[in-house]
């Protein structure tokens, strides 16, 4: 008997808001702050938190540079976290697939 996909989804990823964070920067360098924030709609602190998670996890980087008076916050996907976004997306579709397969059985009866 073999194991259900579902155990091969990424626990940290299981959160909405983190996964659409590892999304949107995966596939560019970097991305600065506000992007990601108005991308995914979010609030800056709930952002702030989940980055922080992100980062204990080493599934993002974030640095910050003077940009005259102010700090520019940039954030990027490291290789642990894109391959870890790649798998959980891979379990996500194992998991759509069997369904669906489940589903064609289903009807053809």
Do not use: C, N
Not at 21 to 34: K, M, P, Q, T, Y
Not at 42 to 64: C, F, G, M, N, P
Not at 85 to 105: C, E, K, M, P
Request: charged content about 30%; glycine content about 4%; proline content about 3%.
């Amino acid at each position: 008997m073999s194991s259900h996909p579902r155990h091969d989804l990424d626990p940290v990823l299981e959160s909405p808001i983190r996964l659409s964070i590892v999304a949107a920067l995966a596939g560019v360098e970097r991305a600065d702050f506000a992007t990601v924030r108005d991308t995914i709609a979010i609030s800056d602190s709930a952002l702030s938190k989940q980055l922080t998670h992100l980062e204990d996890v080493e599934y993002v980087v974030i640095d910050k540079e003077r940009a005259g008076r102010r700090t520019k916050t940039w954030l990027s996907l490291t290789a642990t976290g894109d391959q870890a976004l790649r798998s959980h997306l891979d379990a996500l579709q194992r998991i759509v697939d069997s369904a669906a397969r489940r589903g064609a059985a289903t009807t053809d009866r």
